[in-house]
Nanobody, 129 residues
Framework: EVQLVDSGGGLVQAGESLRLSCAAS????????IGWFRQAPGKEREGVSC????????YYADSVKGRFTISSDGAKNTVYLQMNSLKPEDTAVYYC??????????????????????WGQGTQVTVSS
């Protein structure tokens, strides 16, 4: 059974940091993309960052570049999102998601949520001003 467990959210003040974790089970990190998405109340889910295991590429939304860093520990099947210099506008529920590459991936977009196969349950991040 595939499972993603995301954790690490909390309440912080602007300028502080948090590290989110996404622990995966039921599949290996051989050729997958692990993405982080967020959804604020009344807004659509948006892509924040993505890591692709085969080539170790990373992707970031413009709004988080220079502040967020995605990393992976393959031995633990875990992907992390280090979030620094947090802003109130970063407040949202953060979800990790996994896409398993299968050779028919022409329409996969690292920061687009629609094609991801598996999702975590979400972790709340609240940044106060």
């Amino acid at each position: 059974e595939v499972q993603l467990v995301d954790s690490g959210g909390g309440l912080v003040q602007a300028g502080e940091s948090l590290r989110l974790s996404c622990a995966a089970s039921g599949f290996t990190f051989d050729d997958v993309a692990i993405g982080w998405f967020r959804q604020a109340p009344g807004k659509e889910r948006e892509g924040v960052s993505c890591f692709t295991s085969a080539d170790r590429s990373t992707y970031y939304a413009d709004s988080v570049k220079g502040r967020f860093t995605i990393s992976s520990d393959g031995a633990k099947n875990t992907v992390y999102l280090q979030m620094n210099s947090l802003k109130p506008e970063d407040t949202a529920v953060y979800y990790c998601a996994a896409y398993v590459f299968n050779g028919d991936d022409y329409d996969f977009r690292p920061l687009g949520p629609n094609k991801y196969h598996y999702w975590g349950q979400g972790t709340q991040v609240t940044v106060s001003s």
